[in-house]
């Protein structure tokens, strides 16, 4: 039984930081592409970033040199590294996983119904 528990949002000033963090159980976690989306209440979920099981990073154009994606396979956790922070980053953000060790090339990455887990998401709050 797969699960994925995300941690470390909360409210934080414009201009500042948060590290977010994703972890799972009940699965050979390097052996997943796993990604951050985040959504704003009647707003589309939107894809952040990808990640390979072997660490190669992919991002959303707007998200590029603001967000850094990152996994520690020994310890089953994605991370996501939260720079700069603007109020329209204000969103619920979720960590998914998708069966393959790679993930899809291109805006592939960002297909939700491509995605085989779901966690419940963290808050982000930029005022």
């Known amino acids: 039984h797969v699960q994925l528990v995300e941690s470390g949002g909360g409210s934080v000033q414009a201009g500042g930081s948060l590290k977010l963090s994703c972890a799972s159980s009940?699965?050979?976690?390097?052996?997943?592409?796993t990604s951050w989306f985040r959504q704003v209440p009647g707003k589309e979920r939107e894809g952040v970033g990808a990640?390979?099981?072997?660490?190669?990073?992919r991002y959303a154009d707007f998200m590029k040199d603001q967000f850094t994606i990152s996994r520690d396979n020994a310890k089953n956790t994605l991370y996501l590294q939260m720079n700069s922070l603007k109020a329209e980053d204000t969103a619920m953000y979720y960590c998914?996983?998708?069966?393959?060790?790679?993930?899809?090339?291109?805006?592939?990455?960002?297909?939700?119904?491509?995605?085989?887990?779901w966690g419940q998401g963290t808050q982000v709050t930029v005022s």
């Open positions: 009940g699965w050979t976690y390097a052996m997943y592409c």
């Open positions: 998914a996983a998708r069966v393959g060790f790679y993930c899809p090339t291109g805006s592939r990455w960002r297909d939700l119904s491509g995605y085989d887990y």
């Open positions: 990640i390979d099981g072997d660490g190669r990073s």
